[in-house]
């Protein structure tokens, strides 16, 4: 079943906090009538990077929708139109180590990794978890999960 996650991205609105979103977008992001919020939807099967800025402090999530998995806990964030299933939740240094992966992964497609399984992202977060990240871990992380993505699925065809 597919389905999708809207992601209310604040623009002139008075919120306590800012969002940036990244993931595989479904449809052209559309500004709401009252120009507050610009709406993104993101595919709820796959995963969703969210960067929040709040006043004292800033939090990063990597999240999939609640539907796509069988066990997790369901989280609600500011700004989401549905419950989510958390991957990683980042604070500090490692939200900057996340944007680094992030930077390295989308460079030459927005959308390659985001469509790569919620495997790959729970990969990737226990390496952000686990001290500092380096590219060449990162790429070659993505590089197993893709063979190991195209192996299952000539294996299925």
């Known amino acids: ?73 369901k989280l609600f964030l500011p700004g989401i139109n549905s419950p989510l299933c958390l991957i990683l939740k980042a604070k500090g240094r490692k939200i900057d180590d996340l944007k680094h992966a992030l930077r390295w992964l989308v460079k030459d497609d927005d959308c390659k990794a985001f469509k790569m399984p919620l495997l790959f992202w729970q990969r990737l977060s226990a390496l952000i978890l686990n001290g500092r990240i380096k590219k060449i871990d990162v790429m070659r992380l993505l590089k197993k999960c893709m063979e190991e993505k195209n192996e299952h699925n000539q294996g299925t065809s």
């Open 1 to 73: 079943m597919r389905y999708n996650i809207t992601v209310r991205i604040p623009q002139n609105a008075k919120t306590s906090y800012t969002l940036f979103a990244q993931g595989f977008k479904i449809a052209v992001p559309c500004k709401e009538d009252n120009g507050e919020f610009v709406e993104f939807k993101f595919l709820g099967e796959t995963a969703i990077a969210l960067f929040y800025t709040f006043a004292e402090f800033r939090r990063a999530y990597i999240v999939t929708g609640w539907e796509s998995v069988s066990d997790g806990e």
